[in-house]
Structures are given as structure tokens and as C-alpha cells.
């Protein structure tokens, strides 16, 4: 009788097709990310090394150009003051925001909502936008009085234009067609605001916010300046202006440097709200999101 031997399949063969495939994909992964981070990130070390190095080789004194290792030391030294002055500056900076915010989209769904109320009201908030901040901030102070109120007053001026500039834009920029479409449906001017203007002006509020966002720290450190609290609860634009008088160059930096910090954090926070919001419907982050 013939024997009969039953071969199990081979399934070497779709092993290795599948870490190939995976090889692959990290590998393009890899090369992804190496064009994105390496480049800065090399420059960056570059810039570093080359400042340590110079510092070092010139003798150049620490209060007219710290090292880098000086700044890290002088954070590290002052890291509990340090943390009180950026907590400060962000709670200011968020509150300053969200003013800019409310009352930014508010007043552009207003001055949209009318052509007459736009022409009445819009020139006053472009001749309040070229008024220097430094120029009004002691009329704030007065107002106001020195300390948190008058700071996120600041930051709120400062943030306010670029939301209701960019609001208004997008809400003026609804396509007519559509615009028709809710007429010939009777639907109300409210109705063709809130279900219409707002949702197509969403592109142009988020790039408001992502300018508001960083002005938004800027007016808070501005403020600091000219109506700062001080002592252990002044945010950094006290903490830079006490380092300055007392030539602590490093930590001068050092507060420098978390503004920027804190900056760069507000505006990706902002760009990720923008690409939650906009990557399912909007070509812009659309393509950014496959890119």
C-alpha cells in the first residue's frame, strides 16, 4: 500500500515577506523623522557647542555673555522662583487669552451682522490697534491699578485685534452661493450665523488663535513690566527686570528663554486644537496632516 506524507505549508516564506514589510516601514519612518528633527536638531547642537566653546576660549566675562552651561546652573539654582514667575506669567497670558477670545469673536459676529455697525465701529479698533501698548498702559494702571487686572487688561489689548480682524474676514468670506441657499430656505439672519458664517469662518478664527496665542505672552511680560506685582509672586518680566538690575546675565537668560518656551507651548497647543478641529474637512490641515 502507498504511503501518503502530508507537507505542512511552508510559512517561512510569509514570515519573512511581513519583517520586510515592517523593516520598511520603520525605515521610512526613520528617514521621516530624521528630515523633520535632524537637521534643527544638529543646528541646535552646533549653535550650543559653538557658544560654550567660544565663551571658554574668549574668557569672555558671565554678566556680558554667559555660557550655556552658565544659563542651565543659574535656572537650575533659581528653579522654585523660577516656576512661581512662569506660573504667574501663564495664568495672566491664559486669562488675557481667553478675553481676546471671547470678546474678539463677539465683536466681529457683531460688526458682521451689520454693514453699517462694521463701518461705524471697525476704523475705532484699527486706530486702537496702532496705539503702542507702553503708550496706554499707564492709563490702564490708573484705571485698573497695578497687578493682575491691569497685566491681563495689557494682554487682552494686545491679543484682541488679531481676533477680530481674522474673525471678521472669515465671517465676510461665506460663499454667496450658500449664503442664497439659506435665503431661499427662510432661514433666519441668527440661523445663517450660527449654522453658516461661524462654521465656514472657523479656518480664520483658528489663525487668529495661533497669532492672539503668542501676543497673548507677550502682553503678559509686557505688563509685568509696567504694572508688575513683585516680589515672590512677579511673573517673568519682573524676574527680568530685577536680573537686569542686578547683572545676573544667566538667569536673565534663563527667563528669556522659558518666555520663548512658553510661547512655542502656547502655539502648539493652538495648532493641535487647529488640527483636531480642521483636519477632517479642511484642505489646509488636510494636507499638513498627510504631509
Given amino acids: 500500500m502507498r504511503e501518503e506524507t502530508m507537507t505542512s505549508p511552508d510559512l517561512s516564506f510569509g514570515t519573512s515577506a511581513g519583517e520586510n514589510k515592517a523593516a520598511k516601514l520603520s525605515h521610512s519612518l526613520l528617514r521621516k523623522g530624521w528630515k523633520r528633527f535632524g537637521p534643527p536638531s544638529v543646528a541646535f547642537i552646533l549653535f550650543i557647542g559653538g557658544w560654550e566653546l567660544f565663551c571658554r576660549i574668549s574668557g569672555l566675562k558671565p554678566y556680558l555673555l554667559p555660557k550655556p552651561s552658565d544659563i542651565v546652573m543659574a535656572a537650575s539654582e533659581n528653579a522654585s522662583n523660577l516656576w512661581v514667575?512662569?506660573?504667574?506669567?501663564?495664568?495672566?497670558?491664559?486669562?488675557g487669552f481667553l478675553l481676546s477670545i471671547i470678546l474678539g469673536v463677539g465683536f466681529a459676529v457683531l460688526l458682521a451682522s451689520s454693514k453699517l455697525i462694521e463701518r461705524s465701529i471697525y476704523p475705532y479698533a484699527i486706530i486702537m490697534q496702532t496705539i503702542p501698548i507702553v503708550a496706554i498702559a499707564p492709563i490702564i494702571v490708573i484705571w485698573f491699578g497695578a497687578g493682575m487686572n491691569a497685566i491681563i487688561i495689557i494682554a487682552f489689548l494686545i491679543g484682541f485685534f488679531p481676533m477680530l480682524s481674522n474673525t471678521l474676514i472669515?465671517?465676510?468670506s461665506?460663499?454667496?452661493?450658500?449664503?442664497n441657499l439659506f435665503y431661499l430656505y427662510n432661514a433666519s439672519p441668527l440661523q445663517t450665523m450660527l449654522r453658516l458664517r461661524i462654521p465656514a469662518a472657523l479656518p480664520y478664527i483658528v489663525a487668529g488663535l495661533?497669532?492672539?496665542c503668542t501676543l497673548a505672552v507677550i502682553g503678559a511680560i509686557v505688563g509685568e513690566y509696567i504694572a508688575g506685582i513683585g516680589g515672590g509672586n512677579g511673573g517673568l518680566g519682573y524676574a527680568i527686570t530685577v536680573a537686569s538690575s542686578r547683572l545676573q546675565t544667566a538667569y536673565l537668560f534663563a527667563?528669556?528663554?522659558?518666555?520663548?518656551?512658553?510661547?512655542?507651548?502656547?502655539?502648539?497647543?493652538?495648532n493641535a486644537f487647529s488640527k483636531w478641529l480642521l483636519s477632517s474637512w479642511h484642505e489646509s490641515e488636510m494636507k499638513s496632516s498627510e504631509g
Avoid: P, Q, R, W
Avoid at 522659558?258 to 502656547?266: R, T
Fill in 174 to 179: 461665506t460663499d454667496h452661493n450658500m449664503k
Fill in 170 to 172: 472669515g465671517l465676510n
Fill in 210 to 212: 495661533k497669532i492672539s
Fill in 85 to 95: 514667575s512662569v506660573y504667574t506669567t501663564i495664568t495672566e497670558a491664559v486669562l
Fill in 255 to 270: 527667563c528669556g528663554l522659558s518666555a520663548s518656551l512658553l510661547g512655542i507651548a502656547f502655539f502648539l497647543l493652538v
